[in-house]
């Protein structure tokens, strides 16, 4: 499968404190993306880093990819409850063959 | 500009009936991608539809087609449903070049019994 995988699948923490998320895939990639979803709605777009991009910042985001070891990981900082959802990671390959890995469920709390 | 749109976005059907999904992009894009959430499977790719031509497609039976119209509005049907197939379906349209973003609609939610 190309499918990416995130680490770890469930996430808890406190308001004000850092997010960290990890994503391993398994080919080449033309890029990866960071999605939200939000209990059961479809997904939002977070943040893109192109295969040739080691790190990529956007707001309170963080993003680096390491093609080496076929790994990127999402950081979010300073975290507010309303970040409370699920996050996935997709590998793109084929131009728009998307694959999404299993998601981190973050939950955030006041 | 509006967002993506998908009707309806709830339906309930017996196992064996068939069902049409739609989903319209947002106006320009060109490439429609459908999707298949469900909790033991993730998100799992369907096909994608560019210019009105099937671009990419996942691993699902034959009983799960696609098309897309010229105004790249996209349906998608699955015939012979079975348990299984319950799941938000799940379409997102992006402008069609090389691996643009994606903008996902709402989802429909479908119940098969």
């Known amino acids: 499968s190309q499918q990416g995988e995130e680490d770890p699948q469930a996430l808890s923490i406190q308001e004000g404190e850092n997010a960290t998320m990890n994503c391993s895939y398994k080919t080449s990639i033309n890029n990866l993306q960071w999605y939200r979803q939000n209990s059961g709605r479809g997904l939002v777009h977070l943040i893109l880093?192109?295969?040739?991009?080691r790190e990529k910042h956007s707001g309170r985001l963080r993003v680096t990819l390491d093609t080496s070891k076929k790994s990127s990981s999402l950081l979010i900082t300073a975290s507010r409850a309303a970040d409370t959802a699920s996050y996935f990671c997709a590998t793109i390959y084929n131009f728009n063959k998307f694959y999404f890995g299993s998601g981190t469920k973050l939950n955030v709390k006041p | 500009k509006a967002g993506v749109t998908q009707t309806p976005r709830y339906l309930i059907k017996t196992r064996g009936q068939q069902v049409t999904l739609s989903c319209s992009p947002i106006s320009g894009h060109r490439s429609v991608s459908w999707y298949q959430q469900t909790p033991g499977q993730g998100l799992q790719f369907l096909f994608e539809y560019f210019s009105e031509t099937q671009r990419n497609k996942g691993n699902f039976p034959g009983r799960f087609s696609g098309r897309q119209f010229s105004n790249s509005r996209s349906e998608m049907n699955v015939s012979t449903l079975e348990l299984g197939d319950s799941a938000l379906y799940l379409c997102?349209?992006?402008?069609?070049?090389?691996?643009?973003?994606?903008?996902f609609g709402p989802g429909t939610r479908l119940t098969v019994t």
């Open positions: 997102a349209s992006s402008p069609g070049q090389t691996s643009y973003e994606q903008y």
């Open positions: 880093i192109r295969s040739n991009e």
